[in-house]
């Protein structure tokens, strides 16, 4: 596989303005907001704009919160391409977009666009953005997460982007899931996954990286098409691993396949810096 790495650019609704002193200043829309990153450990490059700021999500004591500085939405709406979806500030700092996906979202659509309708799963699949990409270039996807309010959160954005068939919403635990596919003898062209580092199924099922992710992935062996050109597309974001370790897990579940793994970077406007935001691996079926 070649080692790559993806850098996102700033796009209409959305930018990483400066970054600095473990935090970082983008605009969603018309909104500039702070939140913390532990990444940004260097300096700040324009410590002047971080006043235009309307809000601001800070730790203390171990509890995080939104700061507001002006009355704000309680969402609003962005897109990207013919993607329309809505952010909002909810607790633990995410706003309902992951903005270094962007070149994921891409390959995604080309990907889909060479085939006949493929049948796309996307796991852990948070406020949906790929399983609409996907639905738009004709796949027929399956969207499951664990948390009513993504999925519902899913729901709202594809209606937005005028996505009305072609997903189905499964609220459940994905190893679970994954599990009855399989026996099943359910198969999948294209699959997706960006696991957290914890989490926990509908149930209260417990989702631990380090153990779970390489039995996630032997169980999603047995529903992974054998086609050639199908793909399968996994995201890690704050669990400490390095896209070389991402990419040895797949090598050592799938064999030495065609692809790329690397890191996914948010790239700052008018500067040539730019965040390390997460890894991916990317698999092609030969
Ligand atoms: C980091 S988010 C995924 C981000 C998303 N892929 C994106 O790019 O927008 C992780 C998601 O995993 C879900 N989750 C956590 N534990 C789960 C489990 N055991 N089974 C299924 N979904 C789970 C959470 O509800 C959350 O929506």
């Known amino acids: 596989m070649e080692n790559i790495n993806l850098t996102t650019e700033p796009w209409e609704d959305y930018e990483l303005l400066d970054s600095g002193d473990n935090r970082k200043l983008e605009r969603y829309g018309s909104a500039i907001l702070i939140r913390p990153e532990t990444q940004a450990i260097w300096r700040r490059k324009q410590p002047d704009l971080w006043s235009k700021a309307v809000a601001e999500f800070i730790w203390s004591d171990g509890k995080g919160a939104w700061h507001k500085k002006d009355r704000i939405a309680e969402k609003w709406a962005l897109k990207w391409r013919d993607v329309s979806f809505s952010v909002r500030l ?3 700092k995410h706003t309902g977009l992951f903005p270094e996906q962007a070149p994921n979202w891409e390959w995604i659509d080309k990907s889909i666009r060479t085939k006949d309708k493929p049948n796309v799963l996307n796991l852990f699949g948070y406020t949906g953005l790929a399983s609409i990409v996907a639905a738009k270039a004709g796949a027929t996807v399956t969207h499951l997460d664990a948390s009513r309010q993504s999925n519902s959160w899913a729901k709202e954005n594809a209606i937005a982007s005028d996505v009305t068939k072609g997903i189905r919403y499964i ?21 997706i996954l960006d696991p957290p580092a914890f989490g926990r199924g509908p149930k209260g099922e417990v989702w631990r990286i380090e153990e779970d992710l390489p039995k996630l992935m032997d169980d999603l062996k047995v529903i992974f098409s054998h086609k050639p050109g199908s793909f ?5 974001y704050a669990a400490g691993y390095t896209p070389l370790s991402f990419e040895q897990l797949i090598d050592s579940c799938f064999g030495s396949s065609t692809g790329e ?3 996914l970077r948010l790239k700052e406007t008018d500067s040539s810096r730019s965040i390390s935001e997460g890894i991916y691996v990317r698999l092609v079926r030969n």
Request: zero cysteines; a neutral charge; glycine letters at 16%.
């Open 232 to 236: 399968l597309l996994l995201n890690g």
């Open 90 to 92: 909810t607790s633990f």
């Open 261 to 263: 793994f690397g890191e």
């Open 171 to 191: 609220l459940d635990d994905a190893m679970k899931f994954v599990k009855r596919e399989g026996r099943r003898g359910v198969s999948y062209d294209g699959v």
